[in-house]
């Protein structure tokens, strides 16, 4: 009997090794290497003043500006989703699966290579201005605004957002909204009362994973944004890339990382109740 | 299934056994010469020349930017003999005791080189003493000559608002300040903390007419016509030229930067003669016009110059004039206070 159960335990520590191996190399050391510069200056002492830097001017609007950017992305694509998962929900297995794989199709393409894409569209003499010039519309100015960085972010993203909401959506029993249109409720009853509820686990998991890389990236703001706005990402790349400073890169990135651990608990507290979905 | 098992570990086998035996013999053998250079900057050819010719072997590695060159060559675990760089990253191992003196005295085609460039190189490399110039160019506006309304000729027009939201600026922290610090006719090495804060104004007033700050994509969206200019440097401005002829490059009258690239050896270098002897290779005529054609940056080599074609040697891009110099410097190392302070400014107006 103790044997077969040490027999367990040791099966299941080598099932886990890689994970333990990938977590303890990947997560844990880097967490550990930032931290330790995100606590020491040049010279290797003890300080906050690399945490604080947050809190300079500078650092402040472009953690507004991210917020800003993350916020109406994500709504943006809790927007988008419903309407579209709404409208896959009644179609046959085969016509949902291929709109699904639609969907997902462009996720094959780095994402870079499609952000690229976005700046070739929305530039001065791009596609977009050539269209509305058929119709005769005078072109748009996007190019290298906040705007242009959000629809780059909510085309990257979108497919994390309607994934989980679209299995939530999907798991909801087709009775209970005939008998709940049976007892009178009409179709903005049953979206609010039967399918937002049972949809909300899926909604937080997809707030989860848009709103966090949106808030952090900077790749995006790079290329859409023509170096002209910036993001805490950027501010923080900078730090490491072309100012050398990697204790203050580091501060930031860990002040940045508890910012979004704050705004996240929000989301779990709310989530308690819910059935497990959300990463944490 | 044995038999493919068994193929495999020989076949790993004779890898690592022979992987052993090259890392024992290259490096510190007499007829070999590691070199590392940035990539896409020599024409491949001409190692095999050099090595049928001299019978030393090349062993060739390419770095991407001077940092990623320093880290390799920091690292130790190769050890370079001979190195390729930009001005202030040469100025960087030069000052850390990285280089050794090159043996001038068993060069024959030195005189190739023209002396104002290595008058240039002695900006980081007081004494001429470690460094060869390999290839140079400035930083000026690339601008397309149908769209600007006057000639182009001054920084003036990146500042004054007549092409208010088609400017395309580096995005580059020391490249965007010397345009600025050009105009206010300062130094580009400036140490002064009042000209840097002056120059900061300015790139903050310019900011609202700047379409955007870029750096490899900035030739391209000239070429494309979504700007009308922009700051390049001279050889993606010559690449600019031969995809849209409507493009035209200046270097603006208030002077500008100017950089050069160049060969050093390293002080792990076992053979210093083979080391110049590759060197020297680099300097004779037939050699330099081949990279040079590979490569289509300006030469400091005179003897390529005079035999180019006239349409080749009109082009500023490809050999600028005489008085392109003049005001131009090239960027050397600043002080730590000066490069924080400039790091600190750069960041307000990224932010702003």
């Given at each position: 009997m103790n044997e077969a159960k040490s027999n367990f335990t040791s099966r299941r520590i080598l099932l886990a090794s890689p994970y333990i191996v990938w977590v303890a190399g990947f997560t844990i050391l880097p967490l550990i290497i930032i931290i330790h510069y995100a606590f020491t200056d040049a010279g290797g002492a003890f300080t906050f003043s690399n945490l604080g830097l947050i809190f300079s001017p500078i650092h402040l609007k472009a953690v507004m500006f991210s917020l800003e950017i993350a916020i109406s992305s994500t709504v943006a694509c809790i927007l988008l989703s419903y309407p579209m998962v709404m409208a896959m929900r009644h179609l046959g297995l085969g016509k949902r699966t291929f709109s699904l794989f639609i969907l997902i199709?462009?996720?094959?393409?780095n994402f870079i290579l499609r952000i690229l894409a976005w700046q070739m569209i929305l530039s001065n003499n791009g596609i977009l201005n050539m269209i509305l010039s058929w119709f005769s519309i005078a072109p748009l100015k996007?190019?290298?605004t906040g705007t242009s960085i959000m629809i780059g972010v909510v085309y990257d993203y979108l497919p994390y957002m309607m994934l989980p909401i679209y299995t939530a959506i999907m798991d909801i029993n087709e009775d209970l909204i005939e008998a709940a249109r049976d007892l009178g409720a009409g179709s903005l009853t049953i979206f609010l009362k039967i399918i937002l509820p049972l949809s909300l686990p899926g909604l937080l998991s997809g707030i989860v994973m848009v709103f966090v890389p949106s808030m952090t990236s900077f790749v995006i703001s790079d290329i859409l944004g023509g170096g002209k706005l910036q993001l805490i990402g950027n501010v923080i790349e900078q730090e490491f890339t072309?100012?050398?400073n990697w204790h203050a890169g580091s501060g930031l990135s860990v002040a940045l990382m508890i910012f979004v651990l704050i705004s996240m608990a929000f989301t779990t507290k709310e989530h308690k109740e819910g059935r497990e979905s959300v990463i944490w | 299934m044995t038999m493919t098992k068994r193929l495999i570990s020989i076949t790993i086998l004779t890898a690592l056994l022979s992987s052993m035996l090259l890392g024992c013999s290259?490096?510190?053998?007499?007829?070999e010469l590691t070199v590392v250079n940035y990539?896409?900057?020599?024409?491949?050819?001409m190692l095999d020349l050099f090595t049928k010719e001299t019978g030393i072997k090349v062993n060739y590695e390419e770095a991407l930017t001077p940092e990623e060159m320093y880290a390799k060559y920091s690292s130790g675990a190769v050890k370079y003999d001979l190195v390729c760089s930009s001005d202030y990253m040469m100025e960087k191992l030069i000052k850390d005791g990285e280089l050794k003196e090159i043996?001038?005295?068993?060069?024959?085609?030195?005189?190739?080189?023209?002396?104002k460039y290595f008058d240039l190189a002695s900006a980081i490399d007081a004494k001429n003493a470690y460094t060869l110039p390999y290839f140079w160019g400035t930083l000026g506006i690339l601008y397309d000559t149908t769209k600007v309304k006057a000639p182009v000729d001054s920084w003036d027009v990146l500042f004054n608002g007549d092409y208010a939201g088609q400017v395309i600026m580096q995005n580059s922290m020391r490249d965007s300040f010397m345009v600025a610090l050009k105009k206010l006719g300062?130094?580009?090495?400036?140490?002064n903390p009042d000209e840097l804060k002056e120059a900061q104004e300015l790139l903050l007033k310019q900011k609202p007419d700047v379409q955007a700050y870029l750096v490899d994509e900035a030739r391209d969206e000239v070429v494309a016509g979504n700007a009308i200019m922009a700051v390049v440097y001279s050889g993606e401005a010559y690449l600019g030229h031969e995809y849209n002829e409507n493009l035209a490059y200046v270097v603006p009258k208030e002077g500008s930067n100017v950089w050069i690239d160049c060969f050093g050896i390293t002080?792990?270098?076992?053979?210093p003669e083979n080391a110049a002897k590759f060197l020297d290779f680099l300097c004779r005529e037939d050699v330099a016009k081949a990279n040079f054609e590979y490569i289509y940056y300006s030469t400091p080599n005179e003897k390529v110059i005079e035999g180019l074609s006239d349409d080749e040697k009109a082009d500023e891009t490809l050999v600028p004039p005489?008085?392109?110099?003049?005001?131009c410097e090239v960027c050397v190392q600043q002080s730590p206070e000066t490069t924080e302070l400039m790091n600190e400014l750069w960041k307000e107006i990224k932010a702003e």
């Amino acid at each position: 009997m103790n044997e077969a159960k040490s027999n367990f335990t040791s099966r299941r520590i080598l099932l886990a090794s890689p994970y333990i191996v990938w977590v303890a190399g990947f997560t844990i050391l880097p967490l550990i290497i930032i931290i330790h510069y995100a606590f020491t200056d040049a010279g290797g002492a003890f300080t906050f003043s690399n945490l604080g830097l947050i809190f300079s001017p500078i650092h402040l609007k472009a953690v507004m500006f991210s917020l800003e950017i993350a916020i109406s992305s994500t709504v943006a694509c809790i927007l988008l989703s419903y309407p579209m998962v709404m409208a896959m929900r009644h179609l046959g297995l085969g016509k949902r699966t291929f709109s699904l794989f639609i969907l997902i199709l462009p996720m094959w393409m780095n994402f870079i290579l499609r952000i690229l894409a976005w700046q070739m569209i929305l530039s001065n003499n791009g596609i977009l201005n050539m269209i509305l010039s058929w119709f005769s519309i005078a072109p748009l100015k996007i190019a290298n605004t906040g705007t242009s960085i959000m629809i780059g972010v909510v085309y990257d993203y979108l497919p994390y957002m309607m994934l989980p909401i679209y299995t939530a959506i999907m798991d909801i029993n087709e009775d209970l909204i005939e008998a709940a249109r049976d007892l009178g409720a009409g179709s903005l009853t049953i979206f609010l009362k039967i399918i937002l509820p049972l949809s909300l686990p899926g909604l937080l998991s997809g707030i989860v994973m848009v709103f966090v890389p949106s808030m952090t990236s900077f790749v995006i703001s790079d290329i859409l944004g023509g170096g002209k706005l910036q993001l805490i990402g950027n501010v923080i790349e900078q730090e490491f890339t072309t100012a050398n400073n990697w204790h203050a890169g580091s501060g930031l990135s860990v002040a940045l990382m508890i910012f979004v651990l704050i705004s996240m608990a929000f989301t779990t507290k709310e989530h308690k109740e819910g059935r497990e979905s959300v990463i944490w | 299934m044995t038999m493919t098992k068994r193929l495999i570990s020989i076949t790993i086998l004779t890898a690592l056994l022979s992987s052993m035996l090259l890392g024992c013999s290259s490096g510190q053998a007499k007829g070999e010469l590691t070199v590392v250079n940035y990539s896409e900057y020599l024409d491949p050819e001409m190692l095999d020349l050099f090595t049928k010719e001299t019978g030393i072997k090349v062993n060739y590695e390419e770095a991407l930017t001077p940092e990623e060159m320093y880290a390799k060559y920091s690292s130790g675990a190769v050890k370079y003999d001979l190195v390729c760089s930009s001005d202030y990253m040469m100025e960087k191992l030069i000052k850390d005791g990285e280089l050794k003196e090159i043996p001038w005295d068993s060069f024959e085609n030195k005189g190739n080189i023209g002396q104002k460039y290595f008058d240039l190189a002695s900006a980081i490399d007081a004494k001429n003493a470690y460094t060869l110039p390999y290839f140079w160019g400035t930083l000026g506006i690339l601008y397309d000559t149908t769209k600007v309304k006057a000639p182009v000729d001054s920084w003036d027009v990146l500042f004054n608002g007549d092409y208010a939201g088609q400017v395309i600026m580096q995005n580059s922290m020391r490249d965007s300040f010397m345009v600025a610090l050009k105009k206010l006719g300062y130094s580009v090495n400036t140490e002064n903390p009042d000209e840097l804060k002056e120059a900061q104004e300015l790139l903050l007033k310019q900011k609202p007419d700047v379409q955007a700050y870029l750096v490899d994509e900035a030739r391209d969206e000239v070429v494309a016509g979504n700007a009308i200019m922009a700051v390049v440097y001279s050889g993606e401005a010559y690449l600019g030229h031969e995809y849209n002829e409507n493009l035209a490059y200046v270097v603006p009258k208030e002077g500008s930067n100017v950089w050069i690239d160049c060969f050093g050896i390293t002080k792990h270098c076992q053979n210093p003669e083979n080391a110049a002897k590759f060197l020297d290779f680099l300097c004779r005529e037939d050699v330099a016009k081949a990279n040079f054609e590979y490569i289509y940056y300006s030469t400091p080599n005179e003897k390529v110059i005079e035999g180019l074609s006239d349409d080749e040697k009109a082009d500023e891009t490809l050999v600028p004039p005489a008085n392109a110099m003049d005001n131009c410097e090239v960027c050397v190392q600043q002080s730590p206070e000066t490069t924080e302070l400039m790091n600190e400014l750069w960041k307000e107006i990224k932010a702003e």
